[in-house]
């Protein structure tokens, strides 16, 4: 994989995770403009940062998630993550690690961006919710199954409009974004992306933000895998519906 793929695809997801978690800053956070706002925003600010990031990457073929590369990878109709990018174990990962790479950095930008809201005493506690998902309900295995249902609904519709005559490619995954957390996303946050969520978890860990309080690893792993085996039942599915 060049060097220009790798880094599209790691700046597509910069721009993902800044503008998702940053929608998520205005919304939760107390003492923004935005505060309070609701999950209508939060669902169109997600949706809108994936059709900027699709735009800028382009040349990777736009996955900005690993739940897309995996459906890809297991799906015996694709031979290519993009043009010129064959299916390889050493592409795969290296599509992973852009991937990751520019989530936990979008979701420092957001740091950056909102840095004196989130030390601002009166969001102490509260901080994780701008970065990473969390259940209304904590049930390990139904939000295992909420997070499984979103992605793989995300990977088999995606997998569909690639085989639509038009180019509205962006808008309509866009839109599949914002359809996706308006109707299932109220369980779980909707991570529908592994690295959505721990790249951005990673972060609160790791940066100095007065009064955060805990992480909550012990949740993490759902949105880890919960979206790589949706993403993978996606791929599968694809390959027998198109």
Not at 20 to 44: E, H, Q, R, Y
Not at 47 to 65: D, E, Q, R
């Amino acid at each position: 994989m060049s060097t220009h793929v790798f880094f599209a695809e790691l700046l597509g997801t910069f721009v993902l995770l800044l503008m998702g978690t940053g929608v998520c800053a205005n919304v939760a956070l107390k003492g923004t403009l935005g505060s309070g706002a609701g999950w209508l925003a939060i669902s169109f600010g997600w949706g809108l940062g994936v059709y900027s990031g699709v735009w800028i990457a382009g040349i990777s073929g736009a996955h900005l998630n690993p739940a897309v590369t995996l459906g890809l990878l297991v799906n015996p109709d694709v031979t290519e993550y993009a043009p010129g990018v064959a299916i390889t174990l050493g592409n795969t990962l290296l599509y992973f690690l852009a991937q990751f790479i520019g989530a936990f950095l979008g979701a420092t930008g957001t740091w950056l961006a909102y840095k004196k809201h989130l030390d601002d005493k009166q969001n102490a506690g509260t901080q994780l919710g701008v970065f990473a998902t969390g259940p209304a309900i904590r049930s390990y295995g139904w939000n295992l199954v909420t997070e499984i249902f979103g992605t793989f609904v995300l990977v088999l519709v995606i997998a569909g409009l690639g085989h639509t005559p038009n180019e509205l490619g962006p808008l309509a995954v866009a839109l599949l974004v914002v359809a996706i957390g308006l109707s299932l996303g109220g369980a779980t946050g909707y991570a529908i992306n592994p690295f959505r969520d721990l790249g951005p978890r990673l972060a609160h860990a790791v940066l100095p933000i007065k009064g955060k309080g805990s992480s909550d690893w012990a949740y993490a792993w759902v949105p880890l895998a919960g979206p790589a085996v949706g993403g993978i039942l996606g791929g599968l599915m694809a390959a027998l519906v198109f």
